[in-house]
């Protein structure tokens, strides 16, 4: 249950999970102002006790933009869904996105029509 502070490739040898779990999340700031997401996992349906949350994650903006791209490492074919998900002010380039992202995310800002 922490912050995440980077985004890395792993060398661990991993596997599929056997079981599912729900994933809420909440758009919170912490004391500064600093806008972070929540994600909290709850336990699986085989869990002996009652529901309650197992593992919870937070990112802010910086660690956001890296896992937006090794999501689209992971899976390219999302775009279009992405783009489909915009809010309409997005789509219509409303926005205000820093000139230092990173290029893979400055590639998807074009793709998804935001940036030219």
Sequence with gaps: MARIRSIAAGTQRVQAHPTEVDCYYNIIEDGEGTRLIHLSTF???????????????????DMAVQFIEVLLKAFPDILPTAKAALPSSTATGDLAWPGDEAPIFQSLLRELGIKE
């Design 43 to 61: 336990g699986s349906d085989y869990r002996q006790s009652k529901p309650k949350s197992s593992q919870s994650i937070q990112l802010d903006r």
